[in-house]
């Protein structure tokens, strides 16, 4: 620190500058201008003493090279909102893709006999899972130019002990949302048994039917095994959505705030799955223009849930991957645990499941509960305290296409 006492004898008088105004300190040699280029015009260098600022009456003054050149650079403030803005011709040629590769895969079940029952079906469209790590790979490399896995949140140093824990926490919040409402679906009226008896009574006999009879209790586990199993597999697919959707689009979206981006993204997931909802995709029997406006609030409460998730565990989508697997694989397996005979002929479809309004509310209150501070500055969105992010509480560095 320089110090702050008088110099013993005064410096040579300087000539006035011609950009000075009267009385006005003159500026800084150029050499001191450029260093001191990327602080905010008229702030005080570092090192100087307290007050040196406002020496000249209390005011201070822009220094010559702010006026020569108005491109000089400007405060980190203003370069960190310019690299933080959506790059919505990113995201337009994202969702372009991403669904142009999806109705691709699903385009030969719309002629086929059995539409969504054909036997190829899941496996066609579980490569059309993938069809959004595709498009942010075109993305970041043809049209941001940029490092695919930094884009898409694929680092894990200092951020293991997170993914490893947060995977299968993920996995079993989402199973507990999935039978919680098919709990709520009985307690409201709709036929079912909350002790599971009756579904273990019918998976033995089907069991003994086809010449595997085995105890009640060895049946059900074999079907849990065999659930699991599954659950497993179908994280690969399911990563394969993940990293575009929450790796890719919800970084490219933060800038819009954490409650404008998980709606618009919600939607924009929602929308990607035209192709598969129109010929039957979920929501079974009922209307398709129904089931394509129920699917939309659904998908925004399910990305609120997964972003979370994906900020839990640190910016990385893997863990939220377990939990969009454990939602395709158990989803019809928790409905069955407590159905009877007349259960699906009562239930409602757009009220008892998951993708229903009981499991949006009931995806929307836990995702409120786990969704860190950090990832919601001035949303109002409830979220919990506690937890670190993607390391974004700095000055972020510039998102993929911003």
Request: glycine share 10%; with cysteine.
């Amino acid at each position: 620190m320089p110090s702050s006492s008088q110099p013993s004898s005064s410096p040579p008088e300087t000539p006035p500058h011609p950009w000075t105004a009267p009385g006005a300190a003159p500026p800084p040699p150029l050499r001191d201008q450029e260093e001191a280029g990327a602080r905010p015009a008229g702030s005080a260098a570092p090192d100087a003493p307290h007050g040196a600022a406002d020496a000249q009456g209390g005011a201070s003054h822009p220094s010559a090279a702010s006026l020569i050149s108005p491109a000089s650079p400007t405060s980190s403030a203003s370069a960190s909102a310019a690299r933080r803005r959506v790059s919505w011709r990113s995201v337009v040629i994202f969702g372009a893709v991403a669904y142009g590769l999806l109705a691709l895969c699903a385009a030969p079940f719309w002629v086929l006999e059995g539409g969504i029952a054909h036997p190829l079906y899941t496996l066609v469209i579980g490569a059309g899972m993938f069809a959004p790590t595709i498009a942010s790979v075109v993305v970041a490399k043809l049209v941001d130019r940029t490092s695919w896995r930094d884009a898409v949140g694929l680092r894990f140093r200092g951020k293991w002990k997170r993914i490893l824990l947060w995977a299968p926490l993920a996995a079993l919040i989402m199973f507990a949302i999935n039978l919680a409402t098919a709990v709520i679906m009985v307690l409201r009226g709709v036929p079912g048994d909350l002790t599971g008896s009756t579904w273990a009574a019918e998976i033995s006999r089907a069991m003994a039917e086809n010449g595997a009879e085995m105890p009640t209790a060895a049946a059900v586990a074999l079907i849990l095994g065999v659930t699991f199993l599954g659950m497993l597999l179908t994280v690969v697919p399911a990563l394969g959505e993940e990293i575009g959707w929450r790796g890719w689009l919800w970084r490219e979206l933060k800038p819009l705030g954490a409650l404008p981006a998980i709606v618009l993204g919600g939607a924009i997931w929602s929308l990607w799955h035209l192709p598969i909802t129109l010929i039957g995709h979920n929501y079974t029997g009922e209307p398709r223009w129904a089931a394509v406006a129920m699917f939309i609030p659904a998908c925004i409460a399910l990305n609120y849930l997964f972003v979370a998730i994906t900020e839990r565990a640190g910016g990385n989508p893997i863990p939220s991957a377990f939990a969009h697997s454990v939602l395709n694989s158990t989803l019809g397996l928790t409905l069955s645990v407590v159905a009877t005979s007349d259960t699906v002929a009562s239930l409602n479809w757009f009220v008892d499941t998951p993708l229903g309004l009981i499991g949006i509310v009931l995806t929307a209150a836990v995702a409120g509960a786990i969704m860190p501070r950090h990832a919601r500055p001035d949303t109002g969105l409830p979220g919990a305290a506690a937890g670190h992010g993607d390391g974004e509480h700095a000055p972020a560095a510039p998102t993929a296409g911003g």
